[in-house]
C-alpha cells in the first residue's frame, strides 16, 4: 500500500510502500509519548525504506532519544534509532534504525492516506505508560509490559492482511 504523508506546516511530504500498514499497535514509552505526544502513546507502521521518497527534505531535522533507563543525564547513552521531524513545525514523521536499514517506520499520525482499521490493538510498553493515561480495556485489547516478541510483519501475516 502505498503510504503518503506530510508535516503540519506543508514543508515535508513524503511517500513510502507499506505492506505492514494497519495501525494496531500503541507504544506507550516515554520516548514516544515526550518526542510525538498523542493520547500518551505514538503509533508507528512499517514500511520499505528504499521506496521512500521525501520533498522538502531540508526542513528534515533528525533526533536521537536518550535511554534514560539505561544511563542518568549526560550519561545515559542517545538510542541509534533516528526520529526524523520537520524543523519548523515539530511534527513527527517517521523513525529510521541502523540495525534494521531495510526499513522505516512512518508515524502513523502523520500519515495522511487513509489507513485501514486494525482488527486488533495492541499496546505495549505499559511498564512505562504515564499515570494520567487510561488504557484501554476491551476483547481486542492486548497488553503488554514492554515489547510483544511478534513482530509488524508476522501481526499481519496472523491476520490475513499481507506482510
Excluded at 514543508?11 to 500503541?26: D, G, K
Excluded at 512505562?128 to 484501554?136: F, G, S
Aim: net charge negative; glycine share 8%; aromatic share 12%.
Amino acid at each position: 500500500m502505498l503510504l503518503e504523508g506530510s508535516c503540519h506546516c506543508g514543508s515535508v511530504s513524503f511517500r513510502v510502500e507499506s505492506s505492514t500498514p494497519y495501525p494496531y499497535q500503541a507504544c506507550y514509552c516515554s520516548i514516544c509519548r515526550k518526542t510525538a505526544g498523542g493520547g500518551g502513546f505514538a503509533i508507528n507502521l512499517g514500511a520499505d525504506a528504499n521506496t521512500l521518497e521525501v520533498e522538502g527534505r531540508e526542513s528534515i531535522s533528525v533526533y536521537n532519544a536518550k535511554l534514560y533507563d539505561r544511563g542518568e543525564g549526560d550519561d545515559a547513552p542517545a538510542s541509534e534509532a533516528e526520529r526524523n521531524f520537520c524543523r519548523f513545525c515539530g511534527s513527527f514523521l517517521w523513525l529510521f534504525s541502523p540495525s534494521y536499514p531495510e526499513l522505516v517506520h512512518p508515524f502513523a499520525s502523520a500519515i495522511d492516506t487513509p489507513l485501514p482499521k486494525p482488527p486488533q490493538h495492541i499496546r505495549l510498553m505499559l511498564n512505562y505508560a504515564a499515570p494520567w493515561c487510561e488504557i484501554p480495556e476491551a476483547p481486542d485489547e492486548i497488553h503488554y509490559p514492554e515489547y510483544p516478541e511478534e513482530s509488524l510483519e508476522d501481526w499481519h501475516r496472523r491476520h490475513a492482511l499481507g506482510g
